[in-house]
T-cell receptor
């Protein structure tokens, strides 16, 4: 199994600022995934982070707003830039097992933008 | 592209009664299917998963789900609901070919009446 740690767990941010969320995994993984869960909504994939290459963004998400770093096989960051209240969400990091049949999620980073 | 539909947004069930949550998916290849539960203010917890083999899958907390390829469904069931089962339930589809990224349904909120 994989243990995923996310920081911060919660934060209240001012409009117009940026916040970087960290995701640390206790084992090496090829791909890491970032999801967003807006209040009362389901989870939506933001992007896939591969080590050594640029992240792949899903439709509706852009690098300027959600820059991602993946410096090694156990760590990734997601930055939420120039935040507005609409960015108030839970942001979750996820990884898959080598076989692909188990997906692990972090506890999430709960962001409130005021 | 893969997609997941959970037709029921809300379900209210009496404690002790049976529960069935519907999930229909669309995916061109053999899917991996997951059910997650999210209690208020909590992160995601995996209830069960299907990736091959027996189409009836047993999970935690007394839940089970049945994969029906002909109906593109993966419905979740529990014979007798407890008040602690009140939560949001998410069905998700993924595949190793897709690199372990998941597509989530919109979720079903379960309310349990005493």
């Amino acid at each position: 199994s994989a243990v995923i740690s996310q920081k911060p767990s919660r934060d209240i941010c001012q409009r117009g600022t940026s916040l970087t969320i960290q995701c640390q995994v206790d084992s090496q993984v090829t791909m890491m995934f970032w999801y967003r869960q807006q209040p009362g909504q389901s989870l939506t994939l933001i992007a896939t982070a591969n080590q050594g290459s640029e992240a792949t963004y899903e439709s509706g998400f852009v690098i300027d707003k959600f820059p991602i770093s993946r410096p090694n096989l156990t760590f990734s960051t997601l930055t939420v830039s120039n935040m507005s209240p609409e960015d108030s969400s839970i942001y979750l990091c996820s990884v898959g097992s080598r076989s692909g049949n188990t997906i692990y999620f972090g506890e999430g980073s709960w962001l409130t933008v005021v | 592209a893969q997609s997941v539909t959970q037709p029921d947004i809300h379900i209210t069930v009496s404690e002790g009664a049976s529960l069935e949550l519907r999930c229909n998916y669309s995916y061109g290849a053999t899917p991996y299917l997951f059910w997650y539960v999210q209690s208020p203010g909590q992160g995601l917890q995996l209830l069960l998963k299907y990736f091959s083999g027996d189409t009836l899958v047993q999970g935690i907390k007394g839940f089970e789900a049945e994969f029906k390829r002909s109906q593109s469904s993966f419905n979740l069931r529990k014979p007798s609901v407890h008040w602690s089962d009140a939560a949001e339930y998410f069905c998700a589809v993924g595949a190793q070919a897709a690199g372990n990224k998941l597509t989530f349904g919109g979720g079903t909120r379960v309310l349990v009446k005493p």
